[in-house]
């Protein structure tokens, strides 16, 4: 419906002003402190696509008399955008420093850097208790929305110094200090890995899937056969959910391995301090958004460390008094973690419709082609387990005695420790000393889990800066 | 009590018993931080500023007001490498040492400004002692006495550390447990504050780590 030319002026009056409301709102978020350039840069575009949008709805209002339907359309399209960015503006609004784990934040970014170098990640918080990510290029999204409404030079100017592949890892807001369950953020970091593998493989399994759909909708139907039509579209449905199912398994699995295979056992027991929150054996259905149930997932994840060699080694030779008392106790918590796979109950729940079930076996055929995936393009990149334990085992003497887990080696004779193996130190005394959280809670153990993420969020921190320190002196000597 | 000269300190910070150990991490550049009988240390990133507008004034006999209105009369602010933190004249922050130090039960330690720094008016530190088997990075208080405002980057030589050693040991028993970044004042915990403070209200709980709300 068009509108009445005064009622349009008033609208297209409202629409400038909303625009020029997300500008004035990002220049303000702008200039908060974040603790790296990637919220500050999100929130510029924002405010720089805004101011574009208004001119350009400047421009569209004098044409209105002349095509009014279709200038209509174009100004409601952009209304409808600038309210969105609007909304998504919330994302650089929490990304400041204060509500962020901020000694993490440019490990992090080194991490993701190491495995997808053209990728660029934005962390903030969020009320849900729940880690999650944008797969999505957010650029790439505003760009495809605004290619159609602006010239392509105008394009180039707005995106001017935004990067490519850009996304937004969430984490729960009141677990900002809890170091140790932020290993999970390398799950979310997994998924643009899963990504890149499901965009890779070949879709053969849709041949499977459908033979096995035919024969089984018409075995159904022997009785009373459907008409040719309907039963084409039953088919097309059944193959469409059973792809669904076999692509939300794969992206999260392939996930876990991924965190695994980055992280070692730190991603595993942070995985599981997630999953023990939860029923470990629902169906992946629209109930529980398709999700693998959590002991298939944990299934896959132990298969991933013991696939990399990741069991916990024999300690090194040391002066501290409970080494061989960590290597033990992580055995003890992956052997515990064993008899929770090991019991298939899971299996039951996914063998109780034949379409998840035709899914995952599907999803099990697959993983060695994952697993080939991963070591080809990131091999090299994964720690090597003798290096993550060797570190690992050295730097808990450290939490033990109060001190951050920042560092290898002794006096002024010392070298920053690797992110992976400072939290795997933190995972190491959390499950050989903390095990028992009644004592904790007493104050029987100190370091507690609060002093604990305190100091491997610091070492993280200081690790990092040591790295770099140690990059620009060797920078200053060329 | 005899301050530890250059090798002693390195001494120290090889001693062979790993739980009495001098730790001082990150020495970032040990040869020109360790100087003759100190050691230079940097300036970390968080800050805690006084809210003026928001507080008309402290009593430390409310306990309880102080606790749950420490967030409302000062906020922690973290400033990244590489920015700048302006401290105006006469102006008070907390800041903290970047380095952590783990003090053995025989060595104790005073921290002092720097006289390359003092000499433009930052005044640095004014409860200088840390006991021995203090675990944490130290807080700094920062005045500019000065006349113009002086900009300060996280990580710059800031203070220093004379350590020394102490007759017999000790173990430390303060509030301050392993922090990280600079800690509020606690002086409304004093347990004879009751004595002194009439009105002084009880004191109910000791908090850890107690932290305000970010901005």
């Not at chain 1, 301090?273 to 999700?291: H, M, N, R, V, W």
């Not at chain 2, 002092?112 to 000499?119: K, Y």
């Amino acid at each position: 419906m068009e509108l009445p030319q005064e009622f349009f002026d008033s609208y297209v009056g409202d629409c400038i002003g909303r625009c020029r409301a997300v500008e004035e709102r990002s220049a303000a978020i702008a200039s908060s402190e974040f603790p790296s350039a990637n919220p500050r840069k999100f929130a510029q575009l924002i405010g720089r696509i805004a101011g574009t949008l208004a001119r350009e709805l400047e421009k569209s209002h004098p044409r209105y008399a002349g095509d009014p339907s279709n200038v209509l359309n174009i100004i409601r399209f952009i209304d409808d955008f600038v309210q969105e960015l609007g909304a998504d503006l919330r994302y650089a609004e929490g990304a400041v420093t204060a509500k962020l784990p901020w000694s993490l934040t440019r490990p992090l970014e080194d991490l993701i850097a190491r495995y997808l170098p053209m990728r660029k990640v934005m962390l903030r918080p969020q009320w849900k208790h729940n880690y999650s990510i944008i797969i999505d290029d957010l650029g790439r999204l505003y760009r495809d929305e605004l290619r159609n409404l602006i010239a392509q030079h105008e394009l180039s100017r707005v995106f001017a110094d935004f990067p490519e592949g850009f996304h937004i890892v969430s984490f729960p807001s009141i677990e900002r200090k809890n170091a140790l369950l932020h290993c999970d953020l390398a799950h979310e970091i997994g998924h643009l890995v899963a990504e890149l593998f499901l965009e890779s493989e070949k879709a053969d399994y849709l041949i499977d899937f459908r033979e096995r759909i035919v024969q089984q909708t018409r075995e159904e139907s022997r009785d009373k056969p459907l008409p040719p039509l309907w039963e084409q579209q039953e088919i097309i449905d059944r193959l469409d959910r059973a792809a669904l199912i076999r692509r939300r398994g794969l992206e999260e699995l392939i996930s876990d391995i991924f965190a695994v295979r980055a992280l070692g056992p730190a991603a595993l027991l942070a995985l599981l301090g997630i999953a023990a929150g939860q029923s470990p054996d629902l169906t992946p259905d629209e109930k529980s958004a398709f999700y693998p149930p959590w002991r298939t997932r944990l299934r896959f994840a132990l298969q991933a460390l013991e696939d990399g060699g990741l069991r916990p080694p024999k300690p090194p030779d040391s002066k501290f008094p409970f080494m061989a008392d960590i290597q033990r106790e992580l055995n003890n918590a992956l052997t515990r973690l064993r008899e929770i796979v090991d019991v298939e109950s899971d299996r039951r729940s996914i063998d109780e419709d034949w379409l998840v079930r035709l899914a995952y076996e599907s999803i099990s055929a697959t993983m060695p082609g994952v697993r080939g995936f991963l070591d080809r393009e990131y091999g090299p990149r994964f720690p090597s387990p003798d290096s993550l334990f060797d570190q690992a085992y050295r730097l808990v003497p450290r939490l033990w005695d109060g001190v951050p887990p920042n560092e290898l080696g002794e006096g002024s004779d010392t070298r920053p420790a690797a992110l992976e193996s400072i939290l795997n130190a933190a995972w190491f005394y959390r499950v050989t000393f903390l095990k028992d959280p009644v004592a904790q809670a007493a104050g029987a153990v100190r370091p507690d889990l609060r002093v604990l993420n305190r100091l491997t969020l610091k070492a993280a921190e200081l690790a990092y800066i040591q790295g770099r320190y140690r990059e620009w002196v060797e920078a200053a000597k060329k | 009590m005899s301050i530890l000269t250059r090798a002693e300190i390195e001494t120290a910070m090889r001693r062979e018993e790993p739980g009495n150990r001098l730790i001082i991490t990150p020495l970032l550049a040990p040869k020109k931080q360790i100087t003759e009988a100190s050691v230079d240390v940097r300036l970390g990133n968080e800050f805690i500023l006084i809210r003026k507008r928001t507080f008309a004034s402290l009593d430390i006999a409310a306990r309880e007001s102080v606790r749950s209105k420490i967030g409302v009369y000062q906020e922690k602010v973290r400033i990244e490498f590489h920015e700048q933190f302006v401290l105006h004249p006469h102006q008070l922050v907390l800041g903290s040492t970047l380095e952590y130090f783990k003090l053995p039960d025989d060595i104790g330690a005073y921290l002092m400004g720097r006289s390359s720094w003092g000499r433009l008016g930052l005044v640095i530190e004014t409860a200088a002692s840390v006991a021995p088997q203090f675990r944490g990075c130290v807080t700094l208080e920062l005045v500019n006495v000065g006349e113009v405002p002086l900009i300060l980057y996280p990580g710059v030589r800031i203070a220093q550390v004379v350590f020394h050693t102490t007759k017999g040991s000790s173990t430390y028993a303060g509030r301050y447990v392993c922090p990280t970044g600079p800690q509020f004042s606690r002086v409304h915990e004093d347990d004879d504050l009751g004595f002194w403070c009439p009105g002084a209200t009880e004191q109910t709980r000791i908090i850890d780590d107690a932290e305000p709300a970010g901005p």
